[in-house]
């Protein structure tokens, strides 16, 4: 009974209490003039559309109710729901956004308009990798793509969604072949060896190889490298951003010497669940053929050649003219080769959503592309992207977890035919036999479809994962480690069967070939972390510390195999009567570090960025696994002095210096060592072991000193922004192959060389806005590059070997050859430069003209247009280059295969004025000598300086009010659809002289919101 009492006495205790609360609350603590009575009664439900000027819905804004915490979010159609009252402020906010205020009032539906703050830079975040940092209070040189800007384009490749946008960035394709690779320079080329200047890729956090995966034995139909970045689909990334300067990349130390290029995939955003469909069919082509003679004129070079050459009977294998081959025939090889279409389907969807402590996004995409060529080839790509982020309700502890896999099967030709199409004569049999068979003429020609009898075949396997762990146990002090996995398997293998040989010669299958590709990659990364930061006041400090521990092992096992019984058992390798092991190797590579960073700001206008990293490779040997990097930024936002406030039209300006050293140790692994190769010979039934590598502990690490200095300036509130920096960098301690005596028994030994390189220029970016308003918008943005390479210093280059390849002050990309001094009006004969006056062209003494290959400047421009639903971006790359001319691989006009027809200004007779000297079928040594000199001289480099449209992207929105609750957009892609050149050639891009060129493509598509 007592008991009841108790219970009685409390909850009346409490019940007064209550009371007592409102009643205080209602006299003195509801500054919004209504007691808890009115909340109770006029709380309900409301929706809300947020949209930008333009009518775009913002995804991912918060909304808050002012004086609370209670709040959420904004979907894919720019819509939220909350429960609030009449008198509720919402308070709405969102990166690159003015923050808006607005009271709830007796309405259920509001529809919000955020109004872009152009000046509020500071509400603009940049990835810097380890840490992130306020637009205004950066100190380094990053640049930045978008996934709005990737979307756009329909590709297959990282780095082709980066050409023509970053400035200091150079990007070409290798080829147009399915699933081949980029080349990227980040200001220029930092080392002599081609392989060491390779840029340092994140992914989520996580280092990711583009170690080249192909083989020697395997790697014909795919010309270049295979690049590992093609397992990384485009639509899934939310950002790239690229480092540059020694402020941004010092951090990462010696695997930041040649610039770091940031991936952030796409992630969850609280609200409730969204999916996402896209599918897109388009076509590629090649856009341009080069113009070739046809029969007739063909046909009379060739017998002009005879001629010259004093030739009056045409020899028996002259098949071509001798009456053998139809004098009439035509055809245009090029249509035939590579005139096809390529078929191209991507097709995307994800889901996403959560709550406001747990989001997710799982991402699926896939990808076919069939190739130019005649016959049934695909590249197809599937991947799979998640992540999920989870914080706890106090926001101090968050899990973080990516995770992408893709899937790729290529399928091509085994060997490269791009020769074929001017090696052969227009002229030539027809490809098949009445009964379906390869024609082969009597004998009389290499039937160019005989390569479809080859094959190849690559398969790749891609994992990247990374996991992120944060404690945050006190207001600016976090704890972070980040785990990450990366797996890579690739398998690719050639088949050549023997009936690619004529019939004639009675090669069976016991001479047919199967070349096979096996790599597997493995690496992990822990990467513990702890920042701190504080604010005194007009004083902000920031600290951050941390460290890197990475392993990673890859094998590679290349074997050819031959003698089979029968074709139909082509690459089953207990088959083969004959096996050779070509390559079977294991690497390891550990690396370990210590980074640190200190940042402060003083006024919030004066800026100082000190980065620092300890690195340890085991690349290295004992005493020199270790080497120190580091650097300082500093920054001054002059456009908040006071004494510039009366400078109406400066809105925003800011100068930014810094200085610092990087390093490089892309030099394989161990390279310091005496190393011993498996010969394949035997003694006494015995495997022998040869010495292939030299001993060298002081094999040590390249260092790169990089300087830079810019100015940022924003005016009209930032509708025109300028950015102007300039650069320098130099790289000493190369790491390269020292020559030594062939009495060593070695050709050269692994060393550190004396040499230093620079790199400097200019690089400019100005963005403006034209109009924009609530209906339409204009904006365009333009970036150009002026960079310059030169070897500064080489000791002892004049007795080296490397005395051909390269020159003091000159580019590390040249050639030295033969001065053209052009056509001897009277003899027809090229003319050239004899540097020592001896009466003798030879290639020690008077190879002195250099001729460069690097471009002199590139750049790129893009607009984006809006009107209401419709969207128009499109982007023109220009670079300003030379490349060697259209004849240079085409051999001498008169020898069997076609010419351009350009050759036809030749010289005929004394006091001809012609460009070209008279034809040859090779029999006239002294027209064959000249040729060849001319071939390796500066006549054979032509201006290849283009401009390319290289990407158009126009959207049309449908209203929201033809497909209730779903967002569709229709859309039309092009790449490289207009070029503008003089360049005689295949393509003014293409790395490659004899590889298919970058396509034509043009796609169109549905993509779906909901």
Not at 478 to 483: A, D, G, M
Not at 496 to 517: C, G, H, L
């Given at each position: ?448 479809y005989s390569v479809f009898e080859t094959s190849y075949e690559s398969k790749t396997n891609s994992l990247i994962s990374n996991l992120l762990l944060s404690y945050e146990p006190i207001d600016g002090l976090e704890f972070k480690t980040s785990l990450g996995y990366t797996n890579n398997q690739f398998f690719d293998q050639m088949l050549r069967p023997s009936t690619v040989y004529d019939p004639a010669y009675e090669i069976t299958s016991e001479f047919s070939n199967a070349y096979k590709n096996q790599v597997h990659f493995n690496s992990w990364i822990v990467e513990p972390q702890v920042s701190y930061k504080k604010e005194f006041s007009a004083f902000k400090t920031q600290l951050l510390v941390g460290g890197t521990f990475q392993k990673q092992v890859s094998s590679q096992l290349v074997h050819s195999t031959s003698g089979y019984a029968s074709n139909s058992l082509l690459g089953n390798m207990t088959a083969a009567s004959f096996i050779n092991i070509a390559t079977d190797d294991q690497t390891e590579y550990k690396y370990n570090a210590i980074f640190g960073r200190l940042n402060t700001s003083l006024f919030n206008r004066y800026f100082i960025n000190i980065t620092g990293r300890r690195d340890g490779s085991s690349r290295f040997g004992p005493g020199r696994q270790f080497a120190n990097f580091g650097a300082i930024g500093i920054a001054w936002l002059f456009s908040e002095e006071s004494w510039l406030e009366n400078l109406n039209f400066l809105s925003y300006g800011k100068l930014r210096a810094s200085y610092g050293t ?349």
């Amino acid at each position: 009974m007592q008991k009841r009492y108790i219970i009685r006495d409390k909850c009346i205790l409490l019940f007064t209490l209550l009371i007592f609360s409102i009643g205080t609350y209602s006299l003195f603590g509801n500054t919004r003039g209504v007691n808890f009575f009115d909340l109770a009664v006029y709380q309900h439900r409301i929706k809300g559309v947020v949209t930008d000027s333009g009518g775009t819905p913002v995804q991912g804004a918060s909304v808050r109710i002012k004086g609370t915490s209670t709040g959420t979010f904004t979907n894919s159609e720019g819509v939220f729901y909350l429960e609030a009252t009449p008198t509720d402020v919402l308070i709405l906010s969102y990166i690159g956004f003015k923050k808006l205020e607005v009271i709830v009032g007796s309405s259920e539906e509001l529809s919000l308009v955020l109004e872009e703050d152009v000046t509020d830079l500071g509400a603009v975040t940049v990835n810097a990798g380890y840490y992130s940092v306020k637009e205004r209070e950066r100190t380094g040189s990053i640049s930045s793509i978008s996934a709005a800007d990737i979307e756009e384009q329909p590709v297959t490749n990282v780095l082709a969604t980066m050409q023509g946008r970053m400035p200091g960035v150079y990007i070409t394709q290798d080829s147009g072949v399915p699933g081949s690779g980029f080349q990227i320079q980040i200001r220029g080329q930092n080392s002599l060896r081609s392989d060491g200047n390779m840029p340092l890729y994140i992914v989520d956090g996580v280092p990711f190889t583009t170690q080249s995966m192909e083989s020697f034995y395997t790697g014909e139909a795919v010309p270049g490298i295979i690049n590992p970045l093609n397992n990384i689909d485009p639509t899934s990334i939310a950002s790239i951003e690229v480092l540059k300067d020694a402020d941004a990349t010092a951090i990462y130390g010696s695997r930041g010497a040649n610039g770091v290029v940031l991936i952030t995939t796409k992630k969850g955003v609280a609200g409730k669940t969204r999916f996402q469909i896209g599918y897109t069919y388009g076509l590629g082509r090649v856009a341009n053929f080069m113009d070739l003679m046809d029969t007739n004129t063909y046909l009379e070079m060739r017998r002009e050649a005879y001629a010259n050459d004093g030739i009056i009977t045409y020899p028996a294998n002259a098949y071509d003219v001798n009456g053998t081959w139809d004098q009439n025939r035509y055809t245009d090889w090029q249509e035939v080769l590579i005139g096809g279409t390529s078929d191209i389907i991507d097709a995307t969807g994800s889901v996403s959503g959560g709550s406001e402590h747990t989001q997710f996004l799982v991402n699926g995409n896939y990808h076919k592309e069939t190739t130019v060529y005649p016959g049934d080839y695909a590249y197809n790509k599937f991947g799979l992207n998640s992540s999920i982020n989870h914080s706890t309700h106090d926001e101090k502890f968050k899990v973080h977890l990516t995770a992408g896999y893709t899937i790729q099967n290529n399928n091509l030709p085994g060997l490269s035919f791009m020769t074929d199409i001017y090696q052969l004569a227009p002229n030539a049999p027809a490809l098949y036999q009445e009964d379906g068979t390869l024609n082969w003429e009597n004998s009389s020609w290499e039937n160019p479809y005989s390569v479809f009898e080859t094959s190849y075949e690559s398969k790749t396997n891609s994992l990247i994962s990374n996991l992120l762990l944060s404690y945050e146990p006190i207001d600016g002090l976090e704890f972070k480690t980040s785990l990450g996995y990366t797996n890579n398997q690739f398998f690719d293998q050639m088949l050549r069967p023997s009936t690619v040989y004529d019939p004639a010669y009675e090669i069976t299958s016991e001479f047919s070939n199967a070349y096979k590709n096996q790599v597997h990659f493995n690496s992990w990364i822990v990467e513990p972390q702890v920042s701190y930061k504080k604010e005194f006041s007009a004083f902000k400090t920031q600290l951050l510390v941390g460290g890197t521990f990475q392993k990673q092992v890859s094998s590679q096992l290349v074997h050819s195999t031959s003698g089979y019984a029968s074709n139909s058992l082509l690459g089953n390798m207990t088959a083969a009567s004959f096996i050779n092991i070509a390559t079977d190797d294991q690497t390891e590579y550990k690396y370990n570090a210590i980074f640190g960073r200190l940042n402060t700001s003083l006024f919030n206008r004066y800026f100082i960025n000190i980065t620092g990293r300890r690195d340890g490779s085991s690349r290295f040997g004992p005493g020199r696994q270790f080497a120190n990097f580091g650097a300082i930024g500093i920054a001054w936002l002059f456009s908040e002095e006071s004494w510039l406030e009366n400078l109406n039209f400066l809105s925003y300006g800011k100068l930014r210096a810094s200085y610092g050293t990087t390093g490089n140790d892309q030099i394989g692994d161990y390279q310091y060592l005496d190393t011993y190769t498996i010969s394949g010979n035997s003694y006494n039934g015995i495997a022998v072991m040869e010495p292939s590598r030299l001993f060298n502990p002081s094999f040590s690490w390249e260092e790169n000193k990089k300087l830079e200095v810019a100015m940022e300036t924003g005016f009209i509130k930032d509708r025109l922004f300028l950015t102007v920096a300039y650069f320098k960098n130099r790289s000493s301690n190369q790491l390269v192959g020292i020559p030594l005596p062939g009495t060593t028994g070695f050709s050269s030994i692994q060393a550190n060389l004396n040499a230093t390189i620079e790199n400097k220029g200019w690089e400019f970016t100005l963005r403006s806005e034209q109009f924009k308003n609530e209906d339409f918008s204009w904006s365009t943005t333009f970036n150009l590059s002026v960079n310059r390479n030169r070897l500064v210093s080489f000791p002892g280059l004049e007795t080296s070997t490397y005395s051909n390849s390269y020159v003091i002050g000159e580019p590390l990309n040249i050639s030295k050859v033969y001065q053209y001094e052009g056509l001897d009006s009277q003899t027809g004969l090229y003319q050239f430069k004899d540097f020592n006056d001896d009466d003798l062209l030879t290639r020690e003494n008077d190879r002195e003209a250099i001729i460069r290959f690097d471009p002199d400047f590139f750049g790129g421009i893009q607009n984006s247009i809006r009107y209401k639903g419709l969207s128009v971006d499109f982007l023109f790359q220009f670079v300003k280059q030379d490349r060697y001319t259209g004849e240079h691989s085409m051999g001498m006009a008169g020898r069997m295969g076609n010419q351009l027809n350009l050759l036809q200004d030749r010289w005929k007779q004394p006091g001809d004025i012609a460009t070209f000297q008279p034809y040859s079928s090779g029999a006239n040594s002294e027209l064959r000598s000249r040729y060849l000199n001319y071939s390796q001289s500066n006549a054979v480099l032509d201006d290849a300086s283009f401009i390319r449209l290289k990407n158009i992207a126009i959207s049309y929105q449908l209203p929201r009010n033809i497909l209730h609750g779903v967002t569709c957009s229709i859309v039309l892609k092009g790449q490289n659809l207009l070029t503008f050149t003089d360049y005689e050639g295949l393509d003014p891009e293409a790395n490659f002289t004899n590889s298919l060129p970058p396509l034509q493509v043009l796609t169109t598509g549905i993509q779906l919101h909901f």
